[in-house]
């Protein structure tokens, strides 16, 4: 089974774009991960992320359990536990994966067959987004414009880069990209 490996800049609309995706295909699943951040409202715990104390992340990577993992400028750690690639490929579906870059880099590198994706938008545009959603201080919101600067340079060691600045376009193409993806696997007999 493939992996889709989906990351971006902050308020590229990485997880609109993921939302669509997953309503056009269903035999995607999205991977959720585990973090040290606090739950934010609205937030359901096992469906959004797995909400872990930093001790227990430690612990976790001490056991090799993490594909990938992220520390966030601001001290928060995100990562994909194996056991969720595990659990998706066991029920035949396809792992989507929605990362940081550099997670997104190092699961391309431990994962054969992965395919990746990096989604940008204008900066003006990230900016407005990221105001928009309000869920950062504004010195947060400065710090993530930064390491989006930094992400777009890496942007070229992905499969497909797709500018997010008009949602329909944007979808499509992503859409056709994972149809493409998932064609062969449609015509693969169960095992």
């Known amino acids: 089974m493939p992996v889709v490996v989906i990351t971006g800049q902050s308020g590229a609309g990485k997880g609109t774009l993921i939302k669509r995706l997953l309503g056009e295909f269903p035999q995607l699943e999205l991977a959720v991960s585990a973090t040290t951040r606090p739950q934010r409202p609205g937030e359901v715990e096992g469906v959004h992320y797995y909400f872990i104390s930093a001790e227990e992340f430690d612990h976790r990577l001490g056991e090799d359990e993490f594909l990938e993992y992220h520390v966030f400028p601001w001290g928060?750690?995100?990562?994909?536990?194996?056991?969720?690639?595990?659990?998706?490929?066991?029920?035949?579906?396809?792992?989507?994966?929605?990362?940081?870059?550099?997670?997104?880099?190092?699961?391309?590198?431990?994962?054969?067959?992965?395919?990746?994706?990096?989604?940008t938008a204008p900066a003006a545009e990230l900016e407005r987004r990221l105001r928009e959603r309000a869920t950062e201080s504004m010195g947060e919101i400065h710090e993530r414009l930064d390491v989006a600067k930094e992400q777009l340079q890496v942007a070229d060691r992905f499969d497909h880069v797709i500018e997010n600045d008009d949602l329909e376009r944007a979808v499509a193409e992503l859409n056709g990209i994972v149809r493409r993806l998932l064609a062969p696997v449609a015509t693969m007999p169960r095992q």
């Open 76 to 119: 928060q750690r995100s990562g994909t536990l194996y056991s969720e690639i595990d659990r998706i490929a066991a029920a035949g579906r396809v792992c989507v994966l929605e990362l940081e870059t550099q997670g997104a880099l190092n699961v391309a590198d431990r994962v054969a067959g992965a395919v990746t994706l990096f989604i």
